[in-house]
Nanobody, 122 residues
Framework: QVQLVESGGGLVQAGGSLRLSCAAS????????MGWYRQAPGKQRELVAT???????NHADSVKGRFTISRDNAKNTVYLQMNTLKPEDTAVYYC????????????????WGQGTQVTVSS
């Protein structure tokens, strides 16, 4: 019913920048919080940043001052601008969204994208 599709990952040198995008589509009635998570090899998935429907943001301490989350509600899209990238930022980045669907608008469910690889070389 709902699909999240990420784009924008790739290979970049340390100190460089990337911008990730995640577009939600399907039978969407409303989207509450949206967020980005990442998972490095051999590690658990961790929170990177979240943004509420009104635009309030939260960033993990490890990315504060370097990454910025934003969203375009008209496009059902969340972005992650990543600057001053470090090798330790290398991971698969996943977006998620808390979504209610047409026909069941009072119930919110979390949906995940398929992930996009970000690799930062030293």
């Amino acid at each position: 019913q709902v699909q999240l599709v990420e784009s924008g990952g790739g290979l970049v040198q340390a100190g460089g920048s990337l911008r990730l995008s995640c577009a939600a589509s399907g039978s969407i009635f409303s989207i509450n919080d949206m967020g980005w998570y990442r998972q490095a090899p051999g590690k658990q998935r961790e929170l990177v940043a979240t943004v509420t429907s009104s635009g309030s943001t939260n960033h993990a301490d490890s990315v504060k001052g370097r990454f910025t989350i934003s969203r375009d509600n008209a496009k059902n899209t969340v972005y992650l601008q990543m600057n001053t990238l470090k090798p330790e930022d290398t991971a698969v980045y996943y977006c998620n969204a808390l979504v209610s669907v047409v026909g069941n608008s009072r119930v919110y469910r979390t949906y995940w994208g398929q992930g996009t690889q970000v690799t930062v070389s030293s």
